[in-house]
């Protein structure tokens, strides 16, 4: 019996060494895509050198733009990975399935939230004194129409995930929250940039801007008041949260916009920074996803204090970081010497990502399981609730740490 026992043990470790490899190859995979994808919304960001300065303030909406579609479709994500979990999943796009109401509700979401994002980000302007800026309808038409841009084909990247998912056999708390978060830092970037030049040159922006807002209020109303059950249930769970979220965002973004000549002046950061920023949200994504699926499938509690099971999630994760947050700043590096944007050399560029990577990475566990753990214990929805605030304390940490770091490396 003794050996029995003994041999049980074993292929039981085995087992477990096997799910972790698989896990880890999940999201080296996931992340190293993301990252890639990111820096080329960078390359796009630090080209755009003329348009930041011809449009003041334009660098004050991409932390919440793209937290926003991380937000949105991160949380998404995450709902049908415990759905598949679950067993409940059904990749069909019937307004009444899993699927169906999802969408809807992103959508919705999408639209709501990116208008009232444009009028805070104009708020935020005038209250930390960041002056020129857009007017108000410039900041409505350009947040709403690059949202509404990014969030579809976002959105086609969730669907296309949760399918794979299901026929590969992929674990969407892996691979979702690093694809979409940094996926939409490619999507978000070139679309606010296509949508600041077209609200510059057209002459009826105040009248878009007027029909965006009342679409936004028509939507919000609806959504609220639908008779879809998942549906109301995310509209309404999620848009107090988004709202908070939003705001951590925008004082993200103020932490930018303050350093933009230092930033102008080393390109390689604003390529840097899309990738960063998503990076550090992807990993907390990553571990509240998790979690969600764990507390929801009953194989964890969610205690005051973290089990051993949750530790072990929050190892892992920062078992990844280091090496991801080296591949951000190399490709940063070579994306700037290839295209002839300014850097300051890799070794600073290095110095910087760690220093600010260590101190956002020891953030990422206690965000993650307190902001999940809460949410569940309160009765609430840790899909919808964990991944937004995750990826907006993270962006404004991660924000804040970056700059400090190019303050310590003597770069700004």
């Not at 070579?334 to 890799?346: D, F, K, M, R």
Request: glycine residues 10%.
């Amino acid at each position: 019996m003794a050996v029995h026992h003994t041999g049980a043990m074993r292929s039981k470790s085995r087992s477990n060494v096997l799910v972790h490899m698989v896990d880890a190859r999940q999201r080296f995979a996931a992340l190293g895509i993301g990252v890639v994808a990111a820096s080329a919304g960078g390359l796009v960001l630090a080209a755009a050198e003329g348009t930041l300065a011809a449009l003041p303030g334009l660098l004050l909406l991409v932390p919440g733009a793209i937290a926003l579609r991380g937000n949105i479709f991160g949380a998404m994500g995450s709902r049908l990975g415990t759905a598949v979990h679950a067993g409940t999943f059904r990749p069909t796009v019937r307004v009444d399935g899993v699927l169906g109401q999802n969408l809807l509700g992103a959508a919705a979401l999408s639209l709501v939230l990116s208008a009232v994002l444009g009028v805070f980000a104009r708020g935020t302007a005038v209250l930390f004194g960041i002056s020129p800026t857009m007017t108000l309808a410039e900041f409505v038409v350009v947040s709403t129409l690059g949202g509404l841009l990014a969030s579809f084909l976002v959105g086609m990247v969730t669907v296309g995930l949760a399918a794979g998912s299901v026929r590969f056999g992929w674990d969407l708390d892996n691979v979702m929250a690093p694809l979409v978060s940094t996926l939409g830092d490619l999507a978000t970037v070139p679309a606010l940039v296509v949508a600041a030049v077209l609200a510059k040159q057209s002459e009826v922006v105040d009248l878009l801007a007027a029909v965006l807002g009342f679409a936004a209020v028509a939507v919000l109303i609806a959504a609220w008041r639908t008779r879809l059950d998942d549906v109301r249930r995310i509209v309404r769970q999620s848009v107090p949260i988004l709202l908070l979220a939003g705001i951590l965002d925008l004082l993200a973004g103020v932490a930018v916009e303050k350093r933009l000549d230092d930033l102008l002046a080393a390109e390689a950061f604003l390529v840097l920074l899309p990738a960063f920023l998503g990076v550090a949200g992807a990993l907390g994504g990553i571990l509240s996803s998790r979690l969600s699926t764990h507390f929801h499938l009953g194989l964890d509690d969610a205690t005051s204090l973290p089990s051993r099971a949750t530790l072990r999630e929050a190892r892992a994760i920062g078992a990844v970081a280091v090496p991801i947050f080296v591949l951000c700043a190399l490709i940063a590096h070579w994306a700037s010497v290839a295209t002839g944007q300014s850097t300051p050399g890799l070794g600073d560029l290095l110095l910087a990502v760690l220093i600010a990577g260590v101190v956002a990475i020891v953030l990422v566990a206690g965000v993650a399981y307190v902001t999940t753990m809460t949410a569940f214990r309160l009765g609430l929805d840790p899909d919808t609730f964990g991944i937004p605030m995750v990826l907006s304390v993270l962006d404004l940490v991660g924000a804040f740490t970056l700059v400090l770091a190019m303050v310590a490396v003597g770069v700004a």
